[in-house]
């Protein structure tokens, strides 16, 4: 008996060694670039996984054999950072009076199709906030609706858009401050593009980059086959067919936005040295993803930095991610940040955070 604990808790401790080695390469598997290695998307997904299993690793150790416990402590520090990327803990503050309010919402479309008062709903929420930069994304507004949403927010805001060619995807920004300049930073396509809005903020430019990366473009059907599947609802011949289907999609766009990725980040190293800058929009991406740490590193992901919990944005069932970011150069110090759950029109939730100047950056 005595010989089968002990092999046993060999046999435990050799899979919690496995563990710990696969939550490394998952947590740091962001440094990979899609382009060269399409799975890599993959990865950053599972990633969760491995660390809820790598915590349940833990508490059996500590509750049966306490020394072994050292293997997972050992493995959540050497992953602190994407750990802490992907659910990050900080001590709650209220934003001081002097602190910049910035808004970062993809509104889809403006419920467009929909009836009048949840377009005009969300606009409300949006001048409600009172934010200082407000960027939207998917901000195409057809027919009508296009005359209420100008009407509305341009009389509260100085105004910036992207928008080039009918059928293009439409990036906006309103602003308090004036905006003396822009510029695109991607070819504009119907599921994504990039700008670069530079304001005028107390006598320096700050330069705001509003993005809406490539989505995996999944149809409605391929939406609710996914769901099929992860309810165990499809038979085994056919979820085996749709997640090749998915998976090839998932890489197809996670190659897309690697380029895209790279673009924005080789024309923010293009900026001089002290810009000041800030980073808003759809990333289409997870937080462990190399769209997420290409973008981001240089800056400081404001969620991360003051945010709590898993801050989930796209919430249309089976797919919960934190997919929406806003980021900000050294010379800003993120106070508060939250995902705001209280508006569902869109099939996002809007971020809305707090930023202030550091004195001495």
């Known amino acids: 008996m005595k010989k089968l604990k002990h092999f046993t808790s060999r046999l435990f401790l050799g899979a919690n060694i496995a563990s710990v080695a696969v939550m490394m390469l998952l947590g740091y598997s962001d440094r990979i670039s899609p382009v060269a290695h399409p799975m890599a998307v993959v990865l950053g997904l599972v990633f969760p996984f491995i660390l809820i299993f790598n915590l349940l690793f833990l508490i059996f150790w500590l509750v049966f054999k306490p020394k072994y416990a050292l293997v997972s402590i050992v493995g959540l520090l050497i992953c602190f950072q994407p750990v802490r990327t992907y659910a990050p803990l900080n001590i709650q503050r209220e934003p001081p009076a002097d602190a910049m309010k910035v808004l970062s919402y993809n509104v889809y479309l403006f419920a467009t199709f929909e009836e009048q008062e949840r377009t005009d709903s969300m606009l409300q929420y949006i001048i409600g906030h009172q934010?200082?930069?407000?960027?939207?994304?998917?901000?195409?507004?057809y027919g009508d609706k296009e005359q209420v949403v100008d009407s509305v927010l341009k009389a509260h805001y100085q105004y910036g858009d992207t928008t080039n060619r009918k059928g293009e995807d439409v990036l906006r920004i309103y602003s308090r401050y004036p905006i003396i300049g822009k510029k695109k930073l991607l070819p504009?396509?119907?599921?994504?593009?990039?700008?670069?809005?530079?304001?005028?903020?107390?006598?320096?430019?700050?330069?705001?980059?509003?993005?809406?990366?490539?989505?995996i473009g999944l149809s409605l059907a391929e939406k609710n086959a996914v769901s099929s599947m992860v309810h165990g609802e499809m038979e085994r011949d056919s979820a085996r067919e749709e997640s090749r289907n998915v998976v090839r999609k998932l890489c197809d766009a996670a190659q897309t936005r690697a380029l895209q990725a790279d673009d924005i980040a080789d024309y923010l190293a293009s900026l001089p040295a002290d810009r000041s800058i800030l980073v808003c929009g759809d990333f289409n991406d997870g937080p462990i993803s190399y769209t997420h740490h290409t973008i981001g590193r240089r800056l400081t992901?404001?969620?991360?930095?003051?945010?709590?919990?898993?801050?989930?944005?796209?919430?249309?069932?089976?797919?919960?991610?934190?997919?929406?970011?806003?980021?900000?150069?050294?010379?800003?110090?993120?106070?508060?940040?939250?995902?705001?759950k209280k508006i569902t029109i869109s099939d996002h939730y809007p971020v809305v955070c707090w930023i202030k100047k550091r004195a001495n950056p």
């Open 131 to 141: 934010a200082d930069i407000v960027c939207l994304q998917e901000a195409t507004a």
């Open 188 to 215: 504009s396509s119907r599921s994504a593009s990039a700008a670069a809005f530079h304001l005028l903020v107390d006598g320096d430019t700050l330069t705001v980059v509003n993005c809406h990366l490539q989505s």
């Open 301 to 340: 992901d404001c969620f991360v930095a003051s945010g709590n919990g898993l801050g989930i944005s796209f919430h249309t069932s089976p797919f919960y991610f934190r997919i929406d970011n806003i980021m900000c150069s050294p010379d800003w110090e993120p106070v508060a940040c939250k995902i705001d």
